[in-house]
């Protein structure tokens, strides 16, 4: 397998305007997860999916934030509309939902840069 | 609901010597813990794990016990090179919690040869 595939690698975009995120997780992972990262942050957690169902987005910013979901291979994350706020490094990661003691694998990430 | 505490970095070290990054953690339940690594421009990456009490994860040189007692699962390695020079995350997931994976805030490591 590949690993957790997110596009685009980087992102360069003007404020207001709508950004998409995209992962493809690993085969055969049934959760997955977004997560934003930034020196003043860290690592936070944005949401999860266990089998493509929502479970907790209590970590999503504010509305302008979205997240899809729509099978087990893909999952999108969007930003409408963008601001210079939202710059950061955004990775996926999936794993097996398993009894919870299962690796999380992470993607290369996504660096998006709000102007 | 569940949280990770680590020691805040940047921990600054010679080549050989020994590391020791704290983390501890509050969860419901019985977790599973982690360590992650995070090399600059990339993703992070499963370095070990412990799932049940008194565990030893064990990885490249680097240690951490799952410690019940103390709520606490400390990385460890003996003789640090200057390519483990790298971010490192304390994490953990627990069943009860819908199998969420928290993480700690991060501990920078340079190692300096």
């Known amino acids: 397998d590949a690993g957790v595939i997110q596009s685009p690698r980087h992102e360069v975009t003007e404020m207001g305007q709508e950004v998409t995120l995209r992962c493809k997780p690993i085969?055969?992972?049934?959760?997955l997860f977004w997560y934003r990262q930034t020196m003043m942050r860290g690592l936070e957690l944005l949401i999860y999916?266990?089998?493509?169902?929502?479970?907790?987005d209590s970590g999503m910013p504010e509305d302008r934030f979205s997240a899809k979901m729509p099978n087990a291979s893909f999952s999108t994350l969007k930003i409408q509309p963008s601001e210079p706020r939202d710059s950061a490094v955004y990775f996926c990661?999936?794993?097996?939902?398993?009894?919870?003691?299962?690796?999380?694998?992470f993607g290369q990430g996504t660096r998006l840069t709000v102007v | 609901g569940n949280s990770v505490t680590q020691m805040e970095g940047p921990v600054t070290l010679s080549e050989e010597a020994f590391l020791t990054i704290n983390c501890t953690y509050t969860?419901?339940?019985?977790?599973?813990l982690f360590w992650y690594v995070q090399y600059p421009g990339e993703g992070l990456q499963l370095l070990l794990k412990a799932t049940k009490a008194d565990d030893k994860g064990s990885n490249k040189g680097f240690e951490a016990t799952y410690r019940k007692e103390t709520t606490s699962f400390h990385l460890e390695k003996g003789s640090v090179q200057v390519s483990d020079s790298a971010v490192y995350f304390c994490?953990?997931?627990?069943?009860?919690?819908?199998?969420?994976?928290?993480f700690g805030g991060g501990t920078r490591v340079l190692v300096k040869p």
């Open positions: 990661a999936s794993r097996e939902m398993t009894g919870g003691n299962t690796e999380a694998f």
């Open positions: 999916f266990n089998n493509n169902v929502p479970i907790d």
């Open positions: 969860a419901t339940g019985y977790p599973s």
């Open positions: 085969s055969g992972h049934n959760s």
């Open positions: 994490a953990l997931s627990a069943k009860a919690a819908g199998n969420k994976l928290t």
